[in-house]
């Protein structure tokens, strides 16, 4: 389908979120792995895996930055223009560590951000993260900081209001359920919209 439509337009940008597991844990059958590495990669313009994802797209383990950006590499020699690692835990307790790395028009541009952790799991956050990178890729010209930016200080003002919802309906002393839980997206469609940059991401040499 892919191939199709690249054909009708050529100029159509294809995200791939290869959403196959996390923390070392795979959601899938491993029979997938080769779908995702080997057909669906080579079509993608922008692809968001996670540390884990990361490590299974390329073989590789990825324990600090410098084989992260190495993985990344591995992933533009595939032919992908834009690589974000959408969370890793290369960062501390308190921070996650997301890093991107785009090829655009020959110039090379590689960020990475620092993310604040919240003390509980949420449901969406990654098709959530997908949705406004590439919105904000297209909005900006591909300028991946503007883009990482706008998308982390989004998520991040999403999932605080999605945490305070879930903790006052859950009440004092109660642990918020996961229906609680479900992200606030229509309240925080102005945030959506028109985000305040309150997440900065430093470009890496």
């Keep these: 389908m892919v191939k199709y439509l690249k054909k009708l337009n050529p100029s159509l940008q294809y995200v791939c ?22 057909q669906l990669l080579p079509l993608a313009d922008v692809v968001t895996p996670n540390q884990f994802e990361a490590e299974l797209l390329t073989g590789m383990k990825i324990t600090n930055e410098e ?9 533009h020699s595939r032919g992908v223009k834009t690589v974000v690692i959408s969370s890793s835990d290369l ?22 951000v620092d993310i604040p ?12 993260f997908t949705s406004l990178l590439m919105a904000w890729l297209q909005k900006h010209d591909g300028n991946l900081k503007i883009a990482c930016e706008k998308t ?9 209001r999605t945490l305070q919802y879930a903790t ?14 479900e992200l606030r997206l229509i309240q925080s469609k102005e945030d959506i919209e028109n985000p305040k940059v309150t997440v900065e991401a430093r470009l890496v040499p």
């Design 91 to 112: 960062g501390s307790e308190s921070i996650l560590v997301g890093l991107g790395s785009s090829l655009n028009n020959g110039a090379r541009m590689r960020i990475r």
């Design 17 to 38: 979120d290869p959403v196959m597991g996390d923390n070392g844990q795979l959601y899938v059958p491993e029979t997938l792995l080769p779908i995702y590495r080997d």
């Design 152 to 160: 982390v200080s989004t998520l991040q003002s999403v999932l605080k």
């Design 117 to 128: 952790r919240l003390p509980t799991n949420f449901t969406g956050t990654g098709d959530l």
């Design 67 to 75: 084989q992260a950006l190495e993985a990344m590499d591995q992933l």
């Design 168 to 181: 006052d309906a859950a009440g004092p002393g109660n642990k918020p359920k996961i229906g609680q839980l």
